[in-house]
């Protein structure tokens, strides 16, 4: 069998494990892994090579698969490449009455298309041999058995290698990342031990049009990064019978949400590339009940995406915007009550409320000022209450700031500007950077000898933009980390990132994957042509030059 047969078959024995994150299925699918490889003569024999490892602390005791193939070209050798690959897949529910077809590739396309009116083109692919459908087989079981392949092709000639190839199978990606957050602390201790220089990550997962009609095929160096800066608000509840005696939280927050929600200024732009702008995730006031109040106090939060502004320069740019709002919402009521005076043939007199944002470092530093360490037994308590109930990070993030801010003297109006978990760093693969340079030219040349092949329209370009594991392959240097960590309240009680890991393997990345549409969606498929002939070649050939392969032998 060539490559393509190959990876085309084991591409559909994976989709057929079901696998969705938080299920059983997470382990059965790595227990195939690792079956898979070890039948390789490579494998046997060197068992301690290949490893199936609990990630740490999980409750769902799942594992990751670790491979090893020891490159002894050079004595000596400490260049190390990881490929890495997500296991778990998202839920089956978008398949409805079909759901037990769903990771049955060959008996869900007819069945499909029957029962689900699709608009063309998207029903002629559906029905076309050149397409593939599944959950998980664009996201990302192809792409994991194209490293597979890969591992069985270089496993047999280790002796031409001037380098280390390390595989990581790793669960939950579209959980919470456990899997890789764990696999990041074994790459760590074993670089300490074995001197591994790390030389660069190279991701499969999937790859899709940018815009419609979009026929490029997209290798992507780097990978977006996201943060999710919150605001706690808090105005000045009043009844509705005397409007002008307070300031609406809610009015506060809209004028936050339009200068924030989706506006390009905001966007990064590296490398000419630009991020996609915020867009609001939550926007809630905090009133339980009915009543003829005001609201008083109202979270909002966002997805910030990013592709080179750090934590500390995100938290700058969200202070200036919630400033101008606080502004813009004083200068509003002002303009109203004015008319309303008027109106009324009453004085006018400018109403009192100032401005007045602040970090929720300012504050909680402000409120210990004032009440020691009391202020901490208090948190302590409401976190142990909090993780009783099971509250989500974010409600543990936004009830720990209201509490301190109970504690605040200062009763007045005002912004308070906070992180929530998750943080994904962006990787910003730099031109002129030593490692950098040598994996952009290694994608540059095995993308040019693809383009010899075949006729696909392949481009490469920065910033993978799906939020992925990728991101944990580095993370902003130490003294970006405490604008961070001192703004996110859940920061250590219940989020944990290990930054000294992470900070230890940092390498550049980049995303090779397969082409197809839909991923999360019931017509997820995966494209035949590029997936399977284009994709593997580019995949190998990055791979034979980072590990110092001399490849004399065509590619099958
Ligand atoms: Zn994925």
Request: charge should be negative; glycine fraction near 6%.
């Amino acid at each position: 069998m060539n490559h393509r047969e190959k990876i085309k078959a084991l591409a559909v024995e994976l989709t057929q494990i079901r696998s969705v994150v938080g299920t059983a299925g997470e382990k059965e699918v790595a227990g195939k892994v690792y079956d898979t490889l070890a039948k390789l003569d490579y494998f046997r024999n060197h068992p301690d090579n290949l490893r199936l490892l609990p990630v740490r602390d999980d409750p769902l005791g799942r594992n990751s698969v670790f491979a090893l193939i020891e490159g002894t070209l050079l004595p000596e050798v400490k260049k190390t490449l990881l490929c890495l690959g997500h296991i778990d897949t998202v839920g089956v529910a978008d398949y409805g009455g079909l759901q037990d077809l769903a990771t049955d590739p060959a008996a869900l396309k007819e069945k499909l298309a029957q029962a689900t009116k699709f608009s063309e083109p998207a029903l002629s692919e559906i029905l076309s041999p050149d397409w593939l459908l599944g959950r998980g087989i664009l996201d990302m079981k192809t792409g994991v058995a194209a490293l597979m392949v890969m591992l069985e092709h270089f496993s047999r000639h280790p002796e031409k290698m001037a380098g280390n190839l390390v595989f990581f199978a790793v669960p939950d990606e579209e959980g919470n990342s456990a899997g890789m957050l764990s696999a990041v602390q074994d790459l760590a201790e074993l670089q300490a031990v074995r001197g591994w220089e790390f030389t660069a990550a190279i991701d499969t997962d999937f790859m899709t049009f940018r815009y419609p009609g979009d026929e490029n095929r997209y290798v992507y160096v780097g990978t977006t990064g996201k943060l999710l800066p919150c605001f706690f608000l808090y105005g000045e509840e009043t009844h509705v019978g005397e409007p002008f005696n307070g300031l609406d939280a809610n009015l506060l927050a809209s004028e936050v949400m339009r200068r924030i929600d989706l506006a390009t200024d905001l966007c990064d732009l590296a490398d000419g590339e630009v991020a996609l702008p915020p867009i609001s995730l939550h926007q809630r006031d905090n009133k339980t009940e009915y009543s003829v109040q005001t609201a008083n106090t109202v979270n909002l939060y966002f997805n910030w995406p990013t592709h080179d502004s750090e934590p500390a320069a995100v938290l700058a740019k969200c202070r200036a915007k919630a400033m101008e709002a606080f502004e813009a919402a004083i200068a509003h009521l002002n303009a109203e009550y004015m008319k309303f005076c008027q109106l009324s043939h009453i004085p006018f007199q400018p109403l009192p409320w100032q401005p007045n944002v602040l970090t929720y470092d300012e504050l909680y530093r402000q409120v210990r000022n004032e009440m020691g360490a009391d202020l901490d037994r208090i948190l302590d308590g409401l976190i142990r209450q909090l993780r009783e109930r099971g509250a989500d990070d974010r409600e543990v993030s936004m009830a720990i700031v209201d509490e301190v801010h109970k504690h605040c003297s200062d009763k007045n109006s005002k912004i308070v500007v906070y992180f929530a978990p998750p943080y994904y760093p962006h990787n910003f693969v730099r031109d002129g950077d030593a490692r950098s340079d040598i994996l952009l030219s290694a994608v540059e040349q095995a993308v040019a000898t693809a383009r010899q092949r075949y006729d696909y329209p392949i481009v490469t370009r920065k910033f993978y933009p799906y939020i992925s594991d990728l991101s944990y392959c580095g993370i902003a240097a130490a003294e970006h980390m405490d604008k961070l960590t001192g703004n996110m309240p859940a920061w250590q009680l219940t989020y944990h990132l290990p930054v000294q890991a992470i900070q230890s393997i940092s390498m550049p990345v980049v995303n090779i994957g397969p082409y197809g549409k839909d991923a999360h969606k019931l017509s997820e498929r995966v494209c035949l042509n590029y997936s399977f002939d284009a994709m593997p070649l580019i995949l190998q050939r990055t791979m034979e030059i980072l590990l110092g392969v001399d490849n004399q032998e065509e590619p099958t």
